[in-house]
């Protein structure tokens, strides 16, 4: 994480190192590959919490949707990704807890 004051405003602000640099887009036969290597449900892939989406109001249109067009959606936006990803030859870890790190990541 960056710390830094913003000495106008007296305010301190914390940016993490996604905030700082751009988005990359994983293609999306790096997504389907990672999605199935995981193990874990597509829906985990997506950021919930992020502005974007929120405002494409995914919560109620993902359901009605194949998992084709949410790998797809998932390509087109990089926000739309659940950050951290770690992709290793042998582990794909989505998010961070912080147990689940410690356990797998060494």
């Known amino acids: 994480f960056f710390f830094f004051n913003d000495t106008?405003?007296?305010e301190i602000y914390t940016l993490?190192?996604?905030?700082?640099?751009?988005?990359w887009n994983p293609s999306v036969e790096e997504l389907t590959e990672w999605i199935k290597r995981s193990k874990l449900p597509?829906?985990?892939?997506?950021n919930t919490?992020?502005?974007v989406y929120k405002e494409m109001k995914l919560?109620?249109?993902?359901?009605?949707?194949s998992e084709a067009e949410q790998i797809a959606l998932l390509a087109s936006d990089g926000k739309l990704i659940?950050?951290?990803?770690?992709?290793s030859e042998d582990q794909v870890l989505v998010?961070?807890?912080?147990?689940?790190?410690?356990?797998?990541?060494?």
């Open 8 to 10: 106008a405003t007296t």
């Open 16 to 23: 993490s190192l996604h905030d700082a640099l751009p988005i």
């Open 42 to 46: 597509l829906k985990n892939f997506f």
């Open 49 to 51: 919490s992020g502005l």
């Open 59 to 65: 919560k109620d249109k993902l359901p009605a949707m």
């Open 82 to 87: 659940k950050r951290p990803l770690l992709i």
């Open 95 to 106: 998010g961070f807890k912080a147990d689940e790190w410690n356990s797998q990541v060494k």
